[in-house]
T-cell receptor, first 111, second 114 residues
């Protein structure tokens, strides 16, 4: 079964607003990654946060990781219509290299 | 940054034929690569772990005789969908890790079986 679970499943916001997506997982991890996927296209790696890190920034993206709660959040600030996509979290467990994906959050940013 | 190239990006084949999809790591060596399958509007499902020089490890429910994986070198893994049927139509994506857990993905292959 899938490791990560994103929340919400779908999110619709106005351009300029912030978008927050959450991810929960079940077992110990080496790291957690966030990916973006435009409809029918491949994955784009956004950011990787390691288990000993609590927060990372990349441009308009901010990712937090709480290993005690086994959860992560992705914040996109000042959203743009071009941010419309599906966002997935994925975890790499301590027992191996394989990356397990959550179901994803579909973000729709209205212009 | 690390690049993973997947080929072809799309393929249409007749039912009963076999299709080979290649996954190459272009600027790093990958002893392990992963193959995923994605159905429309759904997440990626890990199919198998491809191990260089040894047999692939398949996830539960994935038919190893249907989806043949060969990891012949440190930069190339291939997935062959044998005797393809319309239900095999899907988006297939490979990934490779230049380091533990830092997966980089190919652009995906859209397979349509008619």
């Amino acid at each position: 079964s899938q490791q990560g679970e994103e929340d919400p499943q779908a999110l619709s916001i106005q351009e300029g607003e912030n978008a927050t997506m959450n991810c929960s997982y079940k077992t110990s991890i080496n790291n957690l990654q966030w990916y973006r996927q435009n409809s029918g296209r491949g994955l784009v790696h956004l950011i990787l946060i390691r288990s000993n890190e609590r927060e990372k920034h990349s441009g308009r993206l901010r990712v937090t990781l709480d290993t005690s709660k086994k959860s992560s959040s992705l914040l996109i600030t000042a959203s743009r219509a071009a941010d419309t996509a599906s966002y997935f979290c994925a975890t790499a467990g301590t027992g191996g290299f394989k990356t397990i994906f959550g179901a994803g959050t579909r973000l729709f940013v209205k212009a | 940054g690390a690049v993973v190239s997947q080929h072809p990006s799309w393929v249409i084949c007749k039912s009963g034929t076999s299709v080979k999809i290649e996954c190459r790591s272009l600027d790093f060596q990958a002893t392990t690569m992963f193959w995923y399958r994605q159905f429309p509007k759904q997440s990626l499902m890990l199919m198998a772990t491809s191990n260089e020089g040894s047999k692939a490890t398949y996830e539960q429910g994935v038919e190893k005789d249907k989806f043949l994986i060969n990891h012949a070198s440190l930069t190339l893994s291939t997935l062959t969908v044998t005797s393809a049927h319309p239900e095999d139509s899907s988006f297939y994506i490979c990934s490779a890790d230049p380091e533990i857990g830092g997966a980089f993905f190919g652009q995906g292959t859209r397979l349509t079986v008619v």
